[in-house]
């Protein structure tokens, strides 16, 4: 009897201890990382915001009046519309391993699986169906960000403030000769700003816990994934869907095969894909809202992954589900199609399944396989071999076309050593193509001086040519500075796209309009200078002008 309260005793202490360190793990907050988590924040916003409609109408409104951009990186809106998606993906990972990260901190383990999404998302994103918001919450929950990230800025600012007024009372403390009715008072407002700091990190994401901020942005990033499929669904071709088919069709399993077989004939009914082929979408309609319904409380509350999966049907290549999904569950519990209705459905062609829900699928595997590849690569963004990001001269020539851009406002004031410094900016290639586009003979260079009309037309070309090349430098220099790595977790990402810099610019059509201004901009010097002189020598010559 003894032994055995003994080891009841053991077994009651060990089972409070483990539920007391299990507690306690539960209420670990945030903490000191709380000024990563509203960096993350910030850029869920960010992200949110540049996806609306809105914002994506611009961006491509934008983009076609670019003259820049239409001469140096492509005239093909859907390439450039690739190229904005390729960053917004790369920002996208930069706050999903963050969010990784501090899942692996979470009492819940639901949490800890996240990673596996983001390593494989066209096979695991059935396991993570009902994370996302609704669009509407979604804006709530931004807005709640942003309060987030205010009462943290305010908070860092009320602490330096506290910081002030502590150190001013240690100092009046040491100091004999100081007034005590001040004393007094320096102590009373150093309590007050306790007291304000303490309230704001009440407010702040300081005491959240693990479980509640990385729910909150894992949920905000899968939204923000179904924005992006929402967002860049219009660049697809009716082509491109069109080759969707074969992998999703073969020959052994073809749709009226499918119908007529007797072996589980409802087996294929549990494929979403199969309710998209049916003509009656009322009845689909239903069936989804009778799956959200019964699972709404439990996605809400805690909504975690499903276990393991395996392909169904001949949809290999498009879905997978899983065995234990209470998803799959109700779909089981739906009632059969009819035998005539789906006849006569199956008996037409594959396109009779509806464009947008074709085009939705191409879309989402488009952007779940980019995601992945950024994932893999550590969001690291890839310029094509062509383009002076490539060649790591896009800042270098950034600056070159703002200094021609200061030079070109004042040519006459060019001096010889302005001349000098720009010409040892430029690469080789560029200083070789400029000598031989600069060798002319006096004769020629007698009769632009005297010809006014030809000196117009250097000023217009210099002109026009810096009206869409300046811009883009001009973006250049922002991107880099504010991709600069002391500011990446400060700010909520950059202000300007990739594609409105130099670094997706042709590297040759790119030199050949540097020389192009270069051209210019020594003509308009040189003959303003032969001008300058004539006139100083023959005073005549002005008169005569």
């Not at 611009?58 to 960053?87: C, N, T």
């Not at 052994?252 to 049916?278: I, K, N, W």
């Not at 997978?320 to 008996?347: K, Q, W």
């Not at 040189?526 to 005073?539: S, T």
Request: contains cysteine; charged residues 25%; aromatic residues 8%.
């Amino acid at each position: 009897m003894g032994g055995e309260r003994v080891t009841e005793s053991w077994l009651g202490n060990f089972w409070r201890g483990s539920r007391y360190k299990a507690q306690e793990h539960e209420k670990a907050t945030i903490g000191i990382l709380s000024f990563e988590v509203v960096s993350l924040m910030s850029k869920v916003v960010k992200l949110w915001h540049c996806l609306s409609d809105v914002e994506i109408l611009r961006l491509r409104e934008e983009m076609a009046r670019s003259v820049g951009i239409r001469k140096l990186v492509s005239e093909d809106d859907r390439y450039i519309m690739s190229l904005v998606l390729d960053e917004i993906i790369e920002n996208f990972v930069y706050v999903a391993r963050a969010v990784v990260r501090l899942a692996r901190r979470c009492a819940d383990p639901v949490y800890h699986q996240i990673r596996s999404f983001f390593d494989d998302p066209m096979n695991n994103y059935i396991k993570w169906f009902g994370w996302e918001y609704k669009w509407k919450k979604m804006d709530r929950r931004v807005k709640k960000m942003e309060r987030f990230i205010a009462v943290t800025l305010q908070l860092t600012q009320e602490q330096e403030v506290l910081a002030e007024l502590q150190q001013t009372v240690r100092r009046m403390k040491a100091n004999p000769m100081s007034h005590h009715v001040k004393l007094y008072e320096f102590q009373q407002k150093a309590m007050w700003q306790i007291q304000v700091v303490r309230n704001l990190r009440e407010l702040s994401p300081c005491n959240r816990t693990y479980d509640y901020t990385v729910r909150l942005l894992a949920r905000s990033l899968f939204t923000i994934l179904e924005k992006m499929i929402h967002a860049f669904g219009g660049d697809q071709d009716k082509f491109e869907l069109e080759e969707i088919h074969p992998t999703c069709f073969s020959k052994g399993h073809s749709l009226s095969a499918l119908m007529q077989s007797s072996v589980h004939p409802s087996a294929y009914s549990l494929d979403p894909f199969y309710l998209l082929l049916r003509p009656d979408k009322d009845i689909a309609n239903k069936n989804a809202h009778q799956i959200h319904h019964q699972q709404s409380s439990s996605l809400r509350e805690r909504p975690g992954p499903m276990k393991q999966s395996h392909y169904i049907g001949p949809f290999k290549g498009c879905i997978n589900v899983e065995t234990d999904s209470p998803l799959i569950d109700s779909y089981c519990r739906t009632e059969m199609v009819d035998s005539m209705r789906a006849t006569n459905v199956f008996g037409n062609d594959v396109r009779t399944m509806d464009y947008k829900d074709m085009k939705r699928l191409l879309v989402s595997n488009r952007i779940y396989s980019k995601l992945a590849s950024f994932y893999a690569k550590c969001g690291c963004l890839i310029t094509p071999p062509h383009t002076l990001g490539h060649a790591a001269l896009a800042v270098h020539y950034a600056n070159v076309i703002v200094l021609i851009e200061e030079l070109a406002s004042s040519p006459h004031s060019i001096t010889l050593d302005m001349r000098e410094d720009l010409y040892h900016m430029l690469p080789a290639s560029i200083q070789t193509a400029l000598r031989a586009r600069l060798r002319l003979p006096a004769k020629s260079l007698a009769l632009m001086v005297h010809d006014g009309a030809i000196v117009e037309k250097w000023r217009m070309t210099v002109a026009e040519m810096l009206e869409w090349l300046a811009p883009l430098a001009h973006n250049t220099i922002k991107w880099q500075s504010e991709r600069s790595f002391e500011k990446q977790n400060r700010d909520s990402g950059a202000n300007v796209l990739l594609v409105q810099t130099l670094y997706v610019a042709d590297q040759p059509k790119t030199e050949e309009a540097i020389v192009e201004l270069l051209v210019g901009l020594n003509h308009i010097g040189r003959i303003g200078r032969v001008k300058a002189r004539a006139e100083r020598f023959f005073p005549e010559t002005k008169c005569g002008t």
